[in-house]
């Protein structure tokens, strides 16, 4: 009985059964003529008058019967007089009929005008109603039908399906990490089985990304091992000690980098305030000294919230692809709306189309399309992309039309962060302008 497939059926059974007693209801007993008076008040009403003018011609009946000067009150019935004139007329007496219809419930009265100009007034019972009033009246009681039906079922459906909002909103929070909030197991037959269903998913899916990465982080530690051995016998080795050296560097990087890429993808973003500004500064004169080409063309104070060392580990990654692969990178950092934005550009021969979207795969490299062999496993826009994914962003690439390639980063702004820092600033200013004007 708890099914939400039973509970519709019945909902809805009950609300047309409802609708339907209500609308008829209305019609007939709201709309419609009221019952008639119990007893033979028209035929005794009728006897009277006869009595009457046999006993006295000059008689002019009673409250209900009699000869009236004027036809009574209420609305002419033109079809109930029709009917009424045609049977007389097959009775053989062709005298026209005409009825009255008084309000609703108070009765009708048969009129008959007479040759001294007075009329005939005798009381007869509701007549049908005329068949001309059928179709509106039909389409009235379809109408409150229709809408009361409607209502009911509006109303109860709402209230009936509202758990389901429940999973609707706990699908539309799933972070980037792909990971579903838990649903409470309550309601309906239906909701419930939902619920256990999307929690189960959740379960799976945590301990498949989980396992993966366990896989990963396991193969990159247990390659240092034999890492460390190969480079202990390599300098025993007088030929080829520099390439073998190089080469174990290499893969070192490779184990390094995919390590700090399954830490990505297994810690979780932060909420503490980064001035994106003042990090883009740092790294800029931190690879400047290092020989790489990087100019900060644009520095507008942003502040974001996420991890700074992730953030800081993001943003070199993709500073240091631009002055690498493409020999030159020129930095921007802007405020957009609630956005913060980093534009970084370079001079390099860019990325062909159909790799394009491929760039975030981890371990991906396009040197063959650069021209250039440089060392590096592949990983570093893998592991930006995924920082910056986790922290509510987005990253892009895209080829410059003049050549060379774009690479632009948001990330959500704090604008309330910034707004005290500069009030800060401005405080602060203030404090030392007034302490030089004393001096």
Known sequence: M????????????????????????FFLYVLGPRPERTGPHHEIAQI????????????????????????????????????????MEASGTPETVTVYRHEFGEGASAVVRLADGRFLVLPIGMMPPPPNGLPLVLFGWLFLIAIGTTGVVI????????????????????????ELPKLEET???????????????????????????????????????????????AEFLEDEREQWLADLSELDRIADSAIRLVREEVEGAGDEAVALDRLVKDLTLELQQTGLKVDLLRCDPVTVPGRPIALKRAVRNLMV???????????????????????????????????????FEPFFRVDPARQAVIPGAGLGLAIAYEIVTRHGGRLSLANR?????????ELPRMIEAEDAAVMENGTAGAARNGRSSRI
């Open 2 to 25: 708890n099914s939400l497939r039973t509970k519709l059926t019945v909902l809805l059974v009950a609300a047309i059964m409802v609708v339907v007693a209500g609308s008829t209801f």
């Open 48 to 87: 009277k008058l006869l009595l009457d003018l046999i006993k006295d011609p000059a008689a002019t009946g009673n409250d209900l019967a009699g000869i009236r000067s004027a036809p009574p009150d209420g609305w002419f019935d033109p079809e109930a007089s029709r009917q009424l004139t045609r049977a």
């Open 155 to 178: 109303v109860a459906v709402h209230r009936m399906t509202q758990p389901l909002e429940i999973i609707e909103r706990a699908v539309a929070e799933i972070g980037p990490d792909g």
């Open 187 to 233: 309601g309906t037959t239906e909701v419930r089985a939902a619920a256990i269903a999307i929690n189960r998913l959740s379960l799976r899916l945590r301990s498949a990304i989980e396992g993966r990465m366990r896989i990963v982080a396991a193969a990159a530690h247990d390659l240092r091992t034999p890492l460390t051995r190969m480079r202990l016998r």
């Open 321 to 359: 692809n631009a002055a690498t692969h493409g020999r030159a990178a020129r930095i921007g950092v802007s405020a957009e709306a609630d956005k913060g934005v980093l534009v970084i550009e370079d001079d390099g021969p860019g990325i062909p189309d159909a790799l394009m979207a491929r760039v």
């Open 401 to 409: 039309p003049g050549g060379g390639l774009l690479q632009r980063m």
